[in-house]
């Protein structure tokens, strides 16, 4: 018996290959999202390098 | 040389009479700015720091973080 | 941005110049009070229950859901003496063996928000993900209080 590849998640934000949704923390999200789309969509972070020259 | 501090030091020279300025643009000091924050964007620090700020007191600026 | 407005200022004549490196983020990160157009608006600090029910590590999980059941609660976060965040505890975790210890049944390194985050934004995430609730904390990781999806939706109908 094979043991199916365990398949990652794509951030819905930056398309990078995540384990799990930063968010809700759960596999399958539909709207999975990694650690620095997620601080950057709540603003708990500034996009960078900033428009006004960081 | 500007001496780096942090948030206690922030307040206790706040209290002590600093002058603290917020050196990003508008809409983000619009939106929040730490109390009693002057407004001074970065680009116009060369031609209204001198008029803004007075030179005798200490000034603390601040952006959004380190990044 | 403020290590170049900090050298700047000297070369232009200021001796006692200061540059709080931290910025902002870690300010409001740290629940402290601001001004501006978004202080007057509820943020997620503001509408996280304080109250809901915490416990350590070496607690059992019998105890532990006994007692948040008896507060009204299915949600119990795992802290330390200093309210530092180590572990959630939802339904799931709190119907584990009541002998179990909190730090093996509890999940470790949940995510959490700052208070400063908007409730609009926090409500259009929990409503995308189906999040019922979400821990708040400081930038120290000391637990605010936890928000809930309800409480949320009630005070933007509020503030509306």
């Known amino acids: 018996m094979t ?15 995540i384990d799990v949704c930063e968010f809700c923390e759960q596999t399958g999200c539909p709207a999975a999202i990694c650690y620095h789309c997620v601080n950057r969509e709540l603003k708990q972070t500034l996009p960078q390098p900033h428009e006004h020259g960081g | 040389m500007p001496q780096e501090i942090h948030r206690e030091e922030v307040r206790k020279l706040v209290a002590d009479g600093a002058q603290l300025v917020e050196v990003l643009p508008s809409p983000e000091y619009e939106e929040d700015h730490l109390p009693g924050a002057i407004h001074l964007p970065l680009r116009q ?23 | 941005m403020s290590p170049r407005a ?26 402290l009070p601001t001004e501006g157009t978004n202080a007057q608006r509820p943020r997620a600090g503001d509408i996280a229950r304080k109250d809901v ?19 009204g609660w299915d949600a119990v976060v795992v802290v330390n003496d200093e309210r530092i965040v180590f572990g959630l ?4 975790e709190l119907a584990a063996d009541p002998r179990e210890l909190i730090e093996n049944a509890m999940r470790p390194g949940p995510s959490t928000f700052r208070p400063f985050v908007s409730l609009h934004e926090m409500l259009h995430f929990m409503v995308d993900h189906k999040l019922e609730s ?13 928000l809930r999806q ?9 503030a509306s």
């Open chain 1, 3 to 17: 043991t199916p590849a365990m398949t990652k998640e794509k951030c819905k934000g930056c398309d990078r290959e």
């Open chain 2, 45 to 67: 620090l060369d031609a209204r720091a001198r008029d803004m700020l007075d030179r005798k007191r200490a000034v603390i600026v601040y952006c959004w973080d380190t990044a």
């Open chain 3, 6 to 31: 900090a050298w700047r200022l000297e070369t232009l004549g200021f001796g006692n110049v200061y540059d709080y490196v931290d910025g902002k983020n870690d300010w409001m990160a740290a629940g």
């Open chain 3, 53 to 71: 029910p915490t416990c350590g590590l070496t607690e059992k999980v019998g105890d532990v859901s006994a007692r948040a059941r008896a507060q």
């Open chain 3, 89 to 92: 505890l939802h339904s799931k």
């Open chain 3, 134 to 146: 979400a821990p708040i904390t400081t930038s120290d990781g000391r637990l605010v209080g936890m």
């Open chain 3, 150 to 158: 309800e409480d949320v939706v009630a005070a933007m109908k509020k």
